[in-house]
Nanobody, 126 residues
Framework: EVQLVESGGGLVQTGGSLRLSCAAS????????FGWFRQTPGKERERVSC????????YYADSVKGRFTISSDSAKNRVYLQMNSLKPDDTADYYC???????????????????WGQGTQVTVSS
């Protein structure tokens, strides 16, 4: 059974940090690019970040560049999103995704993911 399970969300003050974790199982971890989307009611879904296990590429939305860092641990089948200098605009539900293919994170910004996690909520208070 394919699973992506997120953890690490919560409530934090402006300027604080959180680390989201995504545990993957049920498929070959190294064959996929992993990404994070976020969604807030009334706003468009946003592609936040990606890391590809196939070509090592990464992607960051302009809104998070310099503040968020994505990483992948093949030994643990986990992907992490370190979020620093958080702002109220970062408040959203964050979803881990996995996308197979040779396009790496170039594919992440274009194609729909193959798998989605259930999401974890991040709230940044002002």
């Amino acid at each position: 059974e394919v699973q992506l399970v997120e953890s690490g969300g919560g409530l934090v003050q402006t300027g604080g940090s959180l680390r989201l974790s995504c545990a993957a199982s049920g498929f070959t971890f190294d064959d996929y690019a992993f990404g994070w989307f976020r969604q807030t009611p009334g706003k468009e879904r946003e592609r936040v970040s990606c890391v590809s296990n196939t070509d090592g590429s990464t992607y960051y939305a302009d809104s998070v560049k310099g503040r968020f860092t994505i990483s992948s641990d093949s030994a643990k089948n986990r992907v992490y999103l370190q979020m620093n200098s958080l702002k109220p605009d970062d408040t959203a539900d964050y979803y881990c995704t996995a996308q197979r293919g040779s396009f790496g994170c170039s594919g992440f910004v274009v194609f729909e993911p193959d798998y989605w996690g259930q999401g974890t909520q991040v709230t940044v208070s002002s």
